[in-house]
T-cell receptor
Framework: GQNIDQPTEMTATEGAIVQINCTYQ??????LFWYQQHAGEAPTFLSY??LDGLEEKGRFSSFLSRSKGYSYLLLKELQMKDSASYLCAVRDSNYQLIWGAGTKLIIKP | IAGITQAPTSQILAAGRRMTLRCTQDMRHNAMYWYRQDLGLGLRLIHYSNTAGTTGKGEVPDGYSVSRANTDDFPLTLASAVPSQTSVYFC??????????????FGAGSRLTVL
């Protein structure tokens, strides 16, 4: 079966750096996505990786290793507004998105 | 409006009743999707449409139906609601059905409670 694993919850301190990991086992691979979802709101797109390596976008970076079935989202200079759930999703060989359950990130002052 | 509009925002429904969740987008995206989100689970695809006039079944289609009469609208119907359909429902759209980044834009969600 297809599976996306992420930690359920993480806690970090304002101003610090946090890394949210995602491992996947899917039928084929056509890209990996990270979305941010604030409580009670819709998910919003953060990043897309299809090739191995690091994609940097401001305070957020996303890394992919296809051979290891692994990705991480790196958040730098954490702000209170970064408190949210972070969803990892993989597009499989049928171009369908398989979603992880999400990682709830709690930022403490 | 800009983006995706879903209605209603929230609804409490008696089991056995019929319910339609509405979704309208103004971005001229050709692909649209319905997901449900339940605590502890990832988003699960119910139905999708790659273009107006076509629909397809997702991971959890049973008990749900959709139609895509035009580009903008993609309603989701529960013919006879059951308590297990209590969930938050998200409508989403994307520019392309597959390939490329195909970033999804989500509506604000419809919280449905079936008693």
């Amino acid at each position: 079966g297809q599976n996306i694993d992420q930690p359920t919850e993480m806690t970090a301190t304002e101003g610090a750096i946090v890394q949210i990991n995602c491992t996947y086992q899917t039928s084929g691979f056509n890209g990996l996505f990270w979305y941010q979802q604030h409580a009670g709101e819709a998910p919003t797109f953060l990043s897309y990786n299809v090739l191995d390596g690091l994609e940097e976008k401001g305070r957020f970076s996303s890394f992919l290793s296809r051979s290891k079935g692994y990705s991480y989202l790196l958040l730098k200079e954490l702000q209170m507004k970064d408190s949210a759930s972070y969803l990892c999703a993989v597009r499989d060989s049928n171009y369908q998105l398989i979603w992880g359950a999400g990682t709830k990130l709690i930022i403490k002052p | 409006i800009a983006g995706i509009t879903q209605a209603p925002t929230s609804q409490i429904l008696a089991a056995g009743r019929r319910m339609t969740l509405r979704c309208t987008q103004d971005m001229r995206h050709n692909a649209m999707y319905w997901y449900r989100q339940d605590l502890g689970l990832g988003l699960r695809l119910i139905h999708y449409s790659n273009t107006a006039g076509t629909t397809g079944k997702g991971e959890v289609p049973d008990g749900y139906s959709v139609s895509r009469a035009n580009t903008d609208d993609f309603p989701l119907t529960l013919a006879s609601a059951v308590p297990s359909q209590t969930s938050v429902y998200f409508c989403a759209s994307s520019q392309k059905g597959d390939s490329g980044a195909n970033v999804l834009t989500f509506g604000a969600g419809s919280r449905l409670t079936v008693l």
